[in-house]
């Protein structure tokens, strides 16, 4: 894992290569500020955490949280360092990872510890959202349906998914 994590590519150079929704990605990475109390806990992990993301540049769920982790790497280096592979150039780390359904569903947040070995991973949601999407899928059309998603990421300001990465970096367990 480590080559590939060195392989993969910093959050910057991702968004450069985005051939889809790339000011989106730059927007969401321009705003994404760390609040205090999340920066303390990232600031307590027991050793320093490599967070290797499989995402697509398409992927809403992706940009609305994937920038949030990176602008939490960039806060606290010694503690945080992430980077990012794209999900269909590697197909054996997305089938590793699959949802609980059996998708490929993205963003999978791989989390290593200091020498590169998978504690636990993220993926593709945080929880409150994910519960909420299955309660009203059926219900809601389209439209309609991701209209109520982006309005919860932008209310969350990325706050549950740097929660639920974190618990994961901090006991090595999978969420």
Same mark, same amino acid.
Do not use: M
């Given at each position: 894992m480590k080559n590939r994590f060195?392989? +993969?590519?910093? &959050?910057?150079?991702?968004? /450069?290569?985005?051939? @889809?929704? @790339?000011? &989106?990605?730059?927007?969401?990475?321009?705003? +994404?500020? !760390?609040? /205090?109390? !999340?920066l303390e806990t990232a600031r307590e992990l027991p050793a320093k955490r490599?967070?290797? =993301?499989?995402a697509e540049d398409w992927c809403g769920d992706a940009f609305n949280s994937v920038p949030w982790l990176a602008s939490l790497a960039? +806060? =606290? %280096?010694?503690?945080?360092e992430l980077r990012v592979l794209r999900r269909d150039e590697n197909a054996d780390l997305m089938d590793a990872h699959l949802? %609980?359904?059996g998708g490929r569903a993205i963003p999978v947040v791989m989390v290593l510890d200091e020498?590169?070995? /998978?504690?636990g991973w993220w993926g593709s949601r945080p929880a409150e959202l994910q519960d909420w999407l299955e309660r009203n899928r059926a219900s809601l059309e389209q439209g309609e349906l991701y209209r109520q &998603?982006?309005?919860w990421y932008a209310r969350d300001r990325g706050t549950s998914t740097l929660t639920e990465v974190l618990a994961i970096a901090d006991a090595g367990v999978t969420l």
């Open positions: 060195e392989g +993969a590519r910093r &959050l910057s150079e991702f968004i /450069e290569g985005a051939e @889809q929704n @790339q000011e &989106l990605w730059r927007s969401i990475y321009a705003r +994404a500020a !760390i609040g /205090e109390e !999340i490599h967070l290797l =993301v499989l960039d +806060a =606290v %280096p010694d503690k945080l949802s %609980p359904t020498d590169f070995e /998978e504690i &998603l982006r309005l």
